[in-house]
């Protein structure tokens, strides 16, 4: 069996990769959905498309989106291949990207396949493996969000950099420089590929100790060096983590923190092993808080340390000793032992580190009598499981929709339908239908604020909200909480200052616009609004400065240049 595998491999892997284009050949037809939109598609730098490459290596990952400086993700290469993306497909065909996600999964699978036969791993071993890996319902997340092409390309560039890795352990010298080229492109990538170092470390091993401390193995840390020098020059620092972005920042005690962090590792090997529920948001507060007088803190921590018996316990066995490293190195960040990152769950973060598992299971499943077949059954649960959960991905509506009643403890899993369905809304004619929705969002809005009720984007959702049935008093109120929990809430403000305006009260509507102008100088909304105010209060100076300043930052705005053409009329101009 084993030399007709050999034989037929390439046949095979082919099969794998046909499976699994078939699986995911739909998503041709998505929209942009979640992170899509801060990372592509309302991100001013990667809709420039070529022309914003050079801004997108000087800045944060969604600095396009939000001018935020202070974060944790630069990852330039895969912004820079999103707005090469754009330009050759255009800014709105998210079909063409989702197709561009497809590609580089199947070019994946490929490397690892190469990568696992550079290992010496048994090429039945090797099939089953990248079956189950192909199939594995947590990727839908990655494969169907194209935001999570950062994932792709980390591990496409990592596996090619293993790859001329194992080439130079076996004495081919010259490919240490491809190696840490790839392995650079990988960081810039995404900056979890540093996690994977010991990996390249692990396979020095067979060589003679004499060659061990050879400069040229330490050029993968080089080109770490690299990355880590350039991150200092661009990022300013590292934001506060919110309780709405990562639960465990609800938490006071470290140790508590620590807790939840090993129950994560529990619940990320029971996901890898059969994934029950998939859900896009495991936020503030789908999880039950709580220390170490749980069990399953208790069992997550047993589960780790007895991960790091085994990489002791199997080092004279390479393949395992490998795919535990691997494993490892693609969840110790995600279980927060080190610090907070900015989310509390997410089915995306396997993805690097179920590779490490599944090999280790179809290693296991080997050596036990009927294994091949125990692995073939839970490829075909993989396959259902994903198929069922990828129509999902289409759009926003349908996985918020989808995932409400898996996650109903989730203050971004009722804040996301509640803003999605008042967007809905606003669209519908029909005034019965249109309250219909208008009503549920605020349901959701009220049961999101119940779960949490310190987050300023929700309170003004739930503002916009009122403010679209004419409900002015309760959007005030909504509006002012949301400044009270963020001063410098600029829409807040502005709206606000809608309000006055509709009740008649001009002066009150002209101080609110101020304080959004405060509040972001770069607002054309904001210098608009207060124009227009400054024209009913015959301040026709301050008019034609405001307007002016709103018509450079947004050029073309027919409403701007009309206001505009009045305050220069008044001014004789």
């Known amino acids: ?47 420039k498309g070529f022309s914003g490459i050079p801004e997108i290596w000087s800045n944060s990952f969604y600095y396009g989106y939000d001018l935020r400086s202070e974060a944790n993700e630069y990852r330039p290469l895969t ?38 036969k550079a290992w010496k791993v048994d090429t039945k071993v090797i099939l089953l493996t990248l079956g189950l890996f192909a199939l594995h319902p947590t990727h839908t997340e990655v494969v169907a969000n194209i935001k999570s092409q950062d994932e792709l390309w980390m591990l496409l560039w990592l596996s090619l950099s293993l790859g001329f890795w194992e080439r130079y352990t076996e004495g081919r010298h010259r490919q240490i420089w491809w190696s840490s ?57 590292s934001p506060e983590v919110t309780v709405v972005n990562n639960a465990l920042a609800y938490q006071t005690s470290r140790l508590d923190q620590l807790a939840m962090g090993f129950e994560f590792y529990a619940r990320y090997l029971q996901k890898m092993l059969w994934p029950d529920a998939l859900i896009w948001s495991y936020d503030y507060s ?89 692995s073939l059954v839970l490829a075909l649960a993989y396959a259902w499981k994903s198929n069922e959960r990828i129509p999902n991905w289409k759009n926003n509506e349908k996985l918020y929709e989808a995932d409400i009643e898996k996650a109903p403890n989730s203050i971004r899993a009722n804040s996301a339908l509640a803003f999605i369905l008042s967007e809905k809304a606003q669209k519908v004619e029909n005034e019965e239908a249109r309250l219909k929705l208008v009503h549920r969002s605020n349901e959701l809005f009220e049961k999101a604020l119940n779960i949490y009720s310190e987050d300023a984007n929700t309170w003004f959702n739930f503002g916009m909200n009122h403010l679209m049935t004419g409900e002015y008093t309760l959007s005030e109120l909504a509006f002012k909480e949301a400044i ?33 102008v405060a509040s972001d100088y770069g607002n054309p909304e904001a210098w608009s609004n207060l124009g227009a105010m400054y024209l009913l209060t015959r301040q026709y100076d301050s008019a034609y400065f405001a307007l002016s300043k709103a018509d450079v930052l947004a050029p073309g705005n027919e409403n701007v240049q009309y206001n505009l053409g009045l305050a220069k009329k008044k001014l004789g101009y």
Request: proline share 3%.
């Open 1 to 47: 069996m084993n030399v007709s595998l050999e034989k037929y491999a390439k046949l095979w892997l082919g099969g794998i990769l046909l499976l699994t284009a078939l699986l995911y050949f739909r998503t041709a037809r998505f929209e942009f959905a979640v992170d899509d939109f801060p990372a592509i598609a309302q991100n001013q730098l990667v809709q």
């Open 79 to 116: 912004s820079s291949f999103f707005a090469v993306q754009i330009a050759l497909f255009g800014s709105k065909n998210a079909g063409a990207m989702h197709l561009f996600s497809l590609l580089l999964y199947l070019a994946l699978l490929w490397l690892l396949f190469e990568l696992l």
């Open 181 to 237: 080229v790839f392995y650079m492109l990988a960081l810039f990538s995404k900056e979890s590929a540093l996690l994977f170092l010991p990996v390249f470390a692990w396979r020095l091993l067979p060589l003679d100790k004499t060659k061990w401390m050879k400069p040229l193995n330490l050029l993968p840390m080089a080109a770490a060096a690299i990355f880590f020098v350039s991150r200092l020059l661009v990022l300013t620092g």
């Open 286 to 374: 789908h999880f039950e808080l709580h220390g170490w007088g749980d069990w399953k803190s208790v069992l997550g921590l047993t589960l780790f340390l007895g991960s790091l018996f085994l990489l002791w316990f199997w080092r004279r066995d390479s393949q395992r000793t490998t795919a535990l490293l691997w494993m490892l190195g693609g969840l110790v960040l995600y279980i927060q032992i080190f610090f907070l990152i900015e989310a509390t769950f997410a089915d995306r973060f396997m993805f690097g580190a179920s590779l490490g598992f599944l090999l280790l299971l179809v290693l296991w499943s080997d050596k036990v009598k009927y294994g091949a077949y125990l």
């Open 484 to 516: 009270r929990l963020n001063p410098n809430h600029t829409s807040a403000y502005n709206n606000l200052g809608n309000i006055y305006y509709m009740r008649k009260e001009p002066m009150q509507a002209k101080t609110e616009y101020e304080k959004a």
